[in-house]
């Protein structure tokens, strides 16, 4: 089945520092989108991509949906200890919505 | 703000009862859906319901069932628990951009 490959699994990094990290896949997707996760509660979403080479930001949080449409990035910007939590991406693969594939999430830990 | 609510945060069942977990959503979406998720296993799709009395099986629908009677609410059964149904189940709805949002969760321990 389709599968989202997402690295890193985690990341420790001092508060200020930027973070990235990425989700490939050998499929084309149409939609992707970034969720964070704190533990014990449900993903929230961060942002939405529908289009190939799409850039968008959320605060200190940017996206880019990949040119290929196989790829997806998503940087923080200053890192702060609130950022501290799992990040996942999800891409759909049909433009009628629907059935999610899911990376296995990134790791983040903040240290003051 | 759209609002996804699960009828419990914790929930403790033995094995063999029947179990129903229950999500709500506020944004009068036509599609909902049920994921379990695990670790190492990641979030896996168990049914989800495009309307009103319809679903559709998941990746992972053995031993579960759905019902959706009014399109704000979708429901999922587990008709006889077992231990290894043990795990966290969301609830996600997916609005007119095909962005799905979620519930909060609802962590269950069968024993």
């Known amino acids: 089945g389709q599968q989202l490959n997402q690295s890193p699994q985690s990341m420790f990094i001092q508060e200020g520092e930027d973070v990235s990290m990425n989700c490939t896949s050998s499929?084309?997707?149409?939609?992707w989108l970034w969720y964070k996760q704190d533990p014990g509660e449900g993903p929230v979403l961060l942002i939405a991509l529908y289009k190939a080479g799409e850039l968008t930001s959320n605060g200190r949080l940017t996206a880019q949906f990949g040119i290929t449409r196989k790829d997806s990035f998503l940087n923080i910007s200053a890192s702060i200890p609130s950022d501290v939590g799992i990040y996942f991406c999800?891409?759909?693969?049909?433009?009628?919505?629907?059935?999610?594939?899911f990376g296995q999430g990134t790791e983040l830990s903040v240290k003051p | 703000d759209v609002k996804v609510t699960q009828s419990s945060r914790y929930l403790v069942k033995r094995t063999g009862e029947k179990v129903f977990l229950e999500c709500v959503q506020d944004m009068d979406h036509e599609n909902m859906f049920w994921y379990r998720q695990d670790p190492g296993l990641g979030l896996r799709l168990i049914y989800f319901s495009y309307d009103v009395k319809m679903k559709e099986k998941g990746d992972i629908p053995e031993g579960y069932s759905v019902s959706r009677e009014k399109k704000e609410r979708f429901s999922l059964i587990l008709e006889s628990a077992s231990t290894n149904q043990t795990s966290m189940y969301l609830c996600a709805s997916e609005g007119i951009f095909y962005e799905q949002y979620f519930g909060p969760g609802t962590r269950l321990t069968v024993t």
């Open positions: 499929s084309i997707f149409n939609t």
């Open positions: 999800a891409g759909q693969l049909t433009n009628q919505g629907g059935k999610l594939i």
